[in-house]
């Protein structure tokens, strides 16, 4: 019985991505996602503001800057800058650079994901920060300039939003989110294509409860320690 329940799910999971049908078009549905992720943002910047300080000083210790901004693609294309609290070296485009001009296993991890297995430039402070996704905090400033939502598709770089292929509309459709359905359902592949078949779901199938429940399970996951 569960194996044909999880079938006819998947079924109109796919039917839901065939039909293009969703609400983010529509005003009401906007102004609802948007007003939802203002009051959360401003009541969570508010709740969190001796954590943020903490986390502040950690990522600056090393007597670098303690937020990190880098171009991603937002919605309608709109590119905006993305901040999280830093966790790499103050140097971290140089050590890159070389790291690519001499180790053949991270070039093939940068054209893989654009990410490094075992990434060097990483700080003691900020494989913490990775790790339980507070590295994140930052962005819910972006929330309130309405650049990000709550929830939405993970935020992309350009050059990644060209592998999203047919499903990049998807993506473009929403604001990216600090969380979303990906990341809720356990980074289920880390290929693109299942990426872009996640937004594409999740745009698909927007409610103002799902995007609730998202954020009630990455507040479980964080609490877990399963954020990452």
């Not at 906007?30 to 969190?48: E, G, I, T, Y």
Request: hydrophobic share 40%.
């Amino acid at each position: 019985m569960k194996a044909i329940s999880r079938t006819r799910r998947l079924y109109d999971q796919q039917e839901m991505l065939m039909s293009g049908r969703h609400l983010f078009s529509r005003r009401p549905s906007q102004f609802m996602k948007r007003a939802f992720d203002v009051v959360f943002a401003s009541l969570l910047l508010l709740f969190l503001t001796p954590a943020l300080l903490i986390l502040w000083w950690m990522a600056s210790r090393d007597g670098g800057k303690a937020i990190y901004g880098h171009q991603r693609v937002g919605q309608n294309g709109k590119t905006f800058t993305c901040y999280k609290f830093r966790t790499m070296v103050v140097n971290a485009d140089e050590r890159l650079t070389q790291l690519l001009a001499t180790s053949e296993q991270a070039q093939l991890d940068w054209e893989d994901d654009f990410k490094l297995e075992q990434d060097p430039r990483v700080t003691a402070d900020g494989k913490f920060l990775r790790s339980t996704s507070l590295d994140k905090l930052p962005q819910l400033w972006n929330v309130l300039r309405g650049e990000m939502s709550l929830v939405g598709p993970r935020p992309l770089m350009a050059v990644e939003l060209e592998r999203y292929n047919t499903h990049a509309g998807y993506y473009l459709a929403a604001k990216p989110g600090i969380t979303g359905l990906w990341q809720a359902e356990g980074r289920q592949g880390k290929d693109y294509s299942t990426r872009a078949y996640y937004d594409a779901l999740y745009v698909n199938s927007w409610t103002l409860w799902s995007d609730s429940r998202i954020l009630f399970k990455a507040a479980g996951q964080l609490l877990s320690g399963k954020s990452h």
